[in-house]
Nanobody, 125 residues
Framework: QVQLVESGGGLVQAGGSLRLSCAAS????????MAWFRQALGKERDLVSG????????YYADSVKGRFTISRDNAKNTVYLQMNSLKPEDTAVYYC??????????????????WGQGTQVTVSS
C-alpha cells in the first residue's frame, strides 16, 4: 500500500488558480500511475486527470481540458494538479489515487488501490 496526503485546496474566486499536491509514501511511487478524482456534494466521484508512471501519458476529463495540468516528480514522490481558470462547478473534494498495479493507469475507481483523504476546493462566483 502507498499512503497519500493531499494539500493545496482552499477558497478561490472564479478565474483564479490553485495547485494541488499529493505526497506519497510507502511502496515505490515511481512505478505506479496516479490520478486525481473529485466529488462534489451530493454527486458521484469523477475522474479528473491521470498520469502514467513515467509522466509520458496524461489524460483529462473534457470538463477540465485546457485548464488543468497534471504532473509528477518521482524524485519527490509527489503528483500535482495545476488548476487554472477555475469555475464554480469545479468546487469539490479532490482526491489523489494510486494505481492498484504497477505500470498501470486505468480510468475507473476500481483501478486504483490507494486513496488520499481529500482536499476541499471551493470556487466562488
Amino acid at each position: 500500500q502507498v499512503q497519500l496526503v493531499e494539500s493545496g485546496g482552499g477558497l478561490v474566486q472564479a478565474g483564479g488558480s490553485l495547485r494541488l499536491s499529493c505526497a506519497a509514501s510507502g511502496r515505490t511511487f515511481s512505478l505506479y500511475g496516479m490520478a486525481w478524482f473529485r466529488q462534489a456534494l451530493g454527486k458521484e466521484r469523477d475522474l479528473v486527470s491521470g498520469i502514467t508512471w513515467s509522466g509520458g501519458l496524461k489524460y483529462y476529463a473534457d470538463s477540465v481540458k485546457g485548464r488543468f495540468t497534471i504532473s509528477r516528480d518521482n524524485a519527490k514522490n509527489t503528483v500535482y494538479l495545476q488548476m487554472n481558470s477555475l469555475k464554480p462547478e469545479d468546487t469539490a473534494v479532490y482526491y489523489c489515487a494510486a494505481s492498484r498495479l504497477p505500470a498501470e493507469l486505468g480510468r475507473r475507481q476500481a483501478d486504483f488501490g490507494s486513496w488520499g483523504q481529500g482536499t476541499q476546493v471551493t470556487v466562488s462566483s
